[in-house]
């Protein structure tokens, strides 16, 4: 069970130390304190639990888990650059952001190490637009449920549209996502390729 939860704790570490570098300064609207309220009945059991019980080091790793976890509500992903293809130039935008949507309600059976009976989150989506040669070629909002043929049934109730990545690749461009269930290691790694026609096509990985 120790073994467990380091390799938890270290797979959020990595998570949010990259993240810390690949995102913005910019402010978002969504206050903390919003975005708290939204998973307070959780956060309180767990508190309370540590006020009975004494905090030990584990139970301090745990509340920093959530307490990273939900600083993402107010820190959307920017992505803004310019590719060329052969004599085509390609104007990548992208912003990936927490919907507040508290539309996701995981179940105890994914929280034991936390002690906590469930946790309420919210879905992510991401707005992309590409325009080639100064023209726009794609305007859309990604969500989960584009990949939803890759998603059993736990991924589709529980599960989250992480932080993408963007690449190209020969000359397509591959934005690459975890869809994964918050505060545990169950997911699965799916992209979304682009040709250089605007023509989507979702892979799992």
């Known amino acids: 069970m120790i073994a467990k939860k380091k390799l938890i704790i270290r797979l959020f570490y990595f998570s949010i130390l990259y993240l810390s570098c690949k995102n913005t300064d910019n402010s978002a609207s969504i206050m903390q304190d919003s975005a708290r309220s939204a998973v307070k009945n959780d956060t309180q059991a767990l508190q309370s639990k540590s006020a009975d019980n004494g905090k030990n080091g584990e139970d301090e790793d745990m509340d920093k888990i959530i307490s990273n976890y939900i600083k993402k509500y107010k820190t959307p992903f920017l992505f803004d650059s310019i590719y060329a293809i052969g004599n085509d130039s390609f104007d990548v935008s992208l912003t990936h952001y927490c919907l507040m949507d508290s539309?996701?309600?995981?179940?105890?059976?994914?929280?034991?190490?936390?002690?906590?009976?469930?946790?309420?989150?919210?879905?992510?989506?991401?707005?992309?637009?590409?325009?080639?040669?100064?023209?726009?070629?794609?305007?859309?909002?990604?969500?989960?449920?584009?990949f939803g043929k890759y998603l059993y049934p736990d991924l589709k109730n529980y599960g989250v549209l992480f932080y993408p990545e963007i690449r190209l690749d020969g000359s397509s461009f591959n934005i690459d996502y975890s869809i994964s269930i918050p505060l545990t290691d169950v997911g699965i790694g799916i992209i979304m390729k682009i040709d250089k026609d605007g023509k989507i096509d979702y892979i799992a990985r």
């Open 103 to 146: 539309a996701i309600k995981i179940p105890k059976r994914y929280l034991r190490v936390y002690n906590l009976d469930s946790f309420i989150t919210h879905n992510f989506e991401t707005a992309l637009k590409v325009k080639k040669n100064g023209k726009m070629l794609l305007d859309k909002k990604i969500t989960k449920n584009d």
